[in-house]
């Protein structure tokens, strides 16, 4: 997809899936895939759910639990350090540095956003880099294993490798604890809806799905116009960057009844 060349420290994502169109897009795909499955996903949320028992009885004595940091982030960060087998320590840490690089992602980006977000990324790849080097040392049987020996044998380059490795340590788990804080504020706001969750499984599904109308993690995504378009009596030429507003999608009126709620 063109147009990585203005997405400054953000262009690391150009060597990954979010940044490839057909057929690179499956080619690296294809790494990831197994790790993935329903029948793996529902392992993972084992390790998941067991993190979250482990932080309720620590807290047990104190009767105090942060939302995000305690129930959102470590859990999914430990689930996804699990998935690629890399030590689980520094949560915060990655959550704080992949934070930086957010608010250049903003419609009118304010001064030094560009510079946070190149400290956050610099952070963050140098901690790859390390856990890479150490995954070369003394190999095991982890996904950043299997993206190694990828790369070793021809099929993805080490600036694929590394960058497929660089998002899914330090995102590729940021959306589901979102996720997860955001249901939590529906749950202490509309406690009718968090019994609803508790006591009717059937209705779990819809609701995580309305949490994800409702607040989504991701408000927009760009795409780069490849050839000249008329949409509802807009010329949009070839080359123009288009943003789609994904929140103001889910708060549309004529699709959906009370969008605000």
Known sequence: EPGWDKAGPWSVASSTIIGRDLPDHTRLR????????????RDWVATTSATVNEVLDSAASSN??????????RPTHTTM???????????????ENIADTMPMLAARPRPGSVEQAAR????????????????????????????VNAQSR??????????????LYSLGHMDVGYIIAAGLHIFTQLPEVF?????????????VNEIVRYDPPEL???????????????DIPAGSSIRFLLAAANRAPNFFDSPHQ
Not at 84 to 95: I, S, Y
């Open 154 to 167: 021809g099929e993805i380059s080490e600036e694929e490798m590394r960058a497929t490795v660089v998002m």
């Open 220 to 234: 927009s995504f760009y795409r780069t116009c490849l050839t000249d378009v008329t949409i509802r009596g807009v």
């Open 81 to 95: 350090c699990r998935i690629l087998q890399v030590p689980d320590d520094g949560a915060v840490e990655v959550m």
């Open 195 to 207: 019994h609803s969750y508790r006591t009717n499984p059937e209705f779990r599904d819809m609701i």
């Open 120 to 147: 956050g990324f610099t952070f963050l790849t140098d901690r790859v880099d390390r856990l890479i080097a150490d995954k070369r040392a003394i190999p095991g049987d982890g996904l950043v294993d299997a993206l």
């Open 64 to 73: 105090r639990i942060d939302g995000w940091l305690d129930l959102s982030v």
């Open 30 to 41: 294809r790494q990831t895939n197994r790790w993935f499955t329903p029948k793996v996903v």
